[in-house]
């Protein structure tokens, strides 16, 4: 019997690598593996409608039991695979089991950073158990510090104060996002943040964590009942370096997402691949999505190469941020009602190479949806119509 192809990792890049196998026609052994004990699922709503309790795993899940074993996928669940052997093709799992692999792909995606010490009342947020741990302590008048002021501290502060939690955010840098949005967004967010009653502290260091307060630097002490630490995640690129496959800040892969390993491929948070020259990993869901199915596509002998236009969202309060592309050319700015934003980002032909939105509702979407078909279309656009809230961007896309 031919060996199976194997994907290490059931999360969004992983599971999508799995379904997309199958949609395209292989016929043979699949074998997805995972540490959790859950199907693969999506992670954002775990921030959001899951932490606020609208939301439960199965509306996160990329398909049911019923669908996997229908598409003959094995899905091994809380079984991490704790070494790997490329130039044996095969891979040993934690209950001890090897397994051959025809061709592997590595989806391990990352896990949260955390702080030195652990303590009782800290809480991190990366995987769904995480998110019903937390949930269960946010409780109306509980009293929260959130550490981190990038999008998961900002979304979690905006659903515990949904909640009725105090919430006070800690950022250690001058301004909020400041890594992935530009300053105006991060003094929206910051405005918004306070409006809707967050204490928010910008350059603040933290000294350290009691059972009942934090302890800033600076000597104040602020009273709490939990600590969220929303300071970035790791990649989990262990199980890849031990075996000799090339890492860098992530599990390194060429333009068709294979790694230094010629049956191997990585997808997703854990991926770095280059970007205009530069080493880079993306972590967002439409980066997992697009990964997961272009290295699906490659394990069956496409040899595609992967060509990206970066994007994200975020939702806090009822407001949705948007972004396409790349925001470092030259700035036009359309506001939008009640306060939102459009910001265009033109290079020197007027050539739009990223947009950001920001906006009430899901306005913002649609406006990025448009900007990413303006992106890709390649015209000169005229920086006076961008400007101008009552020139649609629909009809600039006929140039
Ligand atoms: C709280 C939260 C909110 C987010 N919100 C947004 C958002 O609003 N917008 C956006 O664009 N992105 C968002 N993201 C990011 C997005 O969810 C991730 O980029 C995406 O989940 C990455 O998918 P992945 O498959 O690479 O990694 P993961 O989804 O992390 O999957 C990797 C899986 O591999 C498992 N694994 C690791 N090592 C092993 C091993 N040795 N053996 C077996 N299994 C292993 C992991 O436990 C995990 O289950 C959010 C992320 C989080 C955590």
Redesign the pocket.
């Known amino acids: 019997m031919n060996a199976p192809l194997i994907i290490?990792?059931?999360?969004?890049?992983?599971?999508?690598a799995a379904l997309t196998l199958r949609e395209e026609g292989y016929g043979g052994r699949l074998i997805l593996?995972?540490?959790?004990a859950?199907l693969?699922?999506?992670?954002?709503?775990?921030?959001?409608g899951l932490?606020q309790g609208s939301t439960d795993l199965a509306q996160c899940s990329l398909c049911d039991s019923q669908q996997l074993a229908a598409l003959g996928v094995e899905h091994i669940a809380a079984?991490?695979?704790?070494r790997l052997e490329p130039q044996h093709h095969r891979l040993q799992?934690?209950d001890g089991q090897w397994l051959s692999y025809a061709g592997l792909l590595l989806?391990?995606?990352?896990?949260?950073r955390r702080l030195p010490r652990e303590q009782a009342n800290v809480f991190y947020?990366?995987?769904h158990d995480?998110?019903l741990v937390l949930r269960n302590e946010l409780k109306p008048g509980a009293r929260l510090v959130v550490v981190g002021g990038g999008?998961?501290g900002l979304?979690?502060a905006a659903t515990a104060r949904g909640l009725g939690c105090e919430v006070t955010l800690l950022e250690a840098g001058p301004r909020l996002a400041g890594r992935v949005v530009p300053p105006v967004i991060s003094d929206a967010l910051l405005a918004l943040h306070r409006e809707q009653g967050v204490d928010v502290r910008l350059n603040v260091a933290l000294e350290c964590i009691h059972a009942d307060a934090v302890q800033l630097v600076d000597g104040q002490r602020l009273p709490c009942d939990l600590v969220v630490v929303?300071i970035g995640?790791q990649p989990?690129i262990?199980?890849a370096a031990a075996a000799g496959l090339e890492v860098g800040q992530g599990i390194r892969v060429d333009a068709q997402l294979r790694t230094s390993a010629a049956d191997i491929y990585a997808?997703?948070?854990?991926?770095e691949f280059r970007l205009a020259g530069l080493y880079q990993r993306?972590?967002?869901?439409?980066?997992?999505e697009a990964?997961?199915r272009l290295a699906a596509l490659n394990l069956l002998g496409r040899a595609l190469a992967f060509e990206t236009i970066p994007?994200?969202?975020?939702?806090q309060y009822a407001w949705g941020l948007h972004t396409v592309g790349v925001m470092t050319a030259r700035m036009v700015r359309r506001a939008l009602p009640d306060g939102g934003l459009l910001l265009f980002y033109l290079d020197d032909h007027h050539r739009l190479q990223g947009a950001c939105g920001w906006a009430l509702g899901n306005r913002a979407a649609k406006d990025i949806k448009l900007c990413e078909r303006l992106i890709t279309a390649r015209i000169p656009l005229d920086p006076v119509s961008l400007a101008d809230p009552d020139v649609s961007l629909k009809p600039l896309l006929r140039g």
């Open positions: 290490v990792g059931a999360g969004h890049a992983g599971g999508r593996i995972g540490d959790e859950h693969p699922y999506e992670r954002p709503p775990l921030s959001k932490l079984n991490p695979v704790s799992m934690a989806a391990t995606g990352g896990r949260a947020l990366r995987t995480d998110a999008f998961i979304e979690v929303g995640m989990n262990e199980l997808a997703g948070d854990v991926c993306q972590e967002t869901w439409r980066n997992a990964q997961g994007g994200f969202w975020s939702d």
